[in-house]
C-alpha cells in the first residue's frame, strides 16, 4: 500500500515486544538487589527468546550499518539503496536496525527487487522509528543483545558512513574477528574517506 508522500507503508510487518527506553539506563547504574538483578536476567533472556521467534526463518542475512540521519537525496543513501538492491539478488536477507537513513535505504534496496528486508530496532529516545521497507521488525531493550543477534544471523557486515552507533557496530565485528569469535566473516566498509 501507498501512503500519501508516495512511499510503501509497512503492512506486513510484525513488531515484537514492548519497549522501556530506560532499561539499559537502570542496569548500568550499578549493583542492584539480588531479585533485582535477577529479574534483569529474566527480561534479557526473554529479549533473546523474542529476537530468536522472529528472526529464525530470515534467511541468510548481510546487515548493513549506517547513519540514521541521511535523507533520500544523499548520495550515500542511494549507495546503500543500490548495494543492498545487488546483494538482496544474490539471495540474501538485508538485515539493518530498522530505522531511517542508511538502514532504510538498504532495506529499501532489497525491496526494490524482491528481496527480503527485516530490521533490528533499537527504541531510542528522540529517535529511530522502524521504517516503512521492513517485511518484520523486532524492537530491542537492550544494546548489547542487538548487536548479538546482528551478528548471529549475519553472514557479512557492509559498513556505511555513520556515527559512534555505526563505529561501535563495526568494532564489535572486528573484535569477535580478532579474538577468534566468529571466523570468515566479511566486514566491508565503504567510503571511507
Known sequence: MISENGRPEATHVKEVGKINPK???????????????????????????RGFRVLHFVGPCVTVFGSAR????????????????EIAKLGFTIMTGGGPGIMEAANRGAKDVGGR?????IKLPMEQHYNPYLDE????NYFFV????????????????GGFGTLDEMFEAMTLIQTGKIK??????????
Do not use: Q
Open 23 to 49: 532499561a539499559e539506563i537502570n542496569f548500568l547504574e550499578g549493583p542492584r538487589s539480588r531479585w533485582t538483578e535477577f529479574k534483569f536476567t529474566v527480561k534479557v533472556m526473554l529479549e533473546f527468546i
Open 70 to 85: 541521511f535523507k533520500e537525496d544523499h548520495p550515500y543513501y542511494e549507495m546503500a539503496r543500490h548495494l543492498s538492491a
Open 117 to 121: 528486508s527485516v530490521g533490528c530496532n
Open 137 to 140: 521488525y523486532v524492537n530491542f
Open 146 to 161: 542487538r548487536k548479538t543477534l546482528l551478528v548471529k544471523y549475519s553472514y557479512a557486515f557492509v559498513i556505511m558512513p
Open 184 to 193: 570468515d566473516f566479511p566486514v566491508i566498509i565503504l567510503s571511507k574517506d
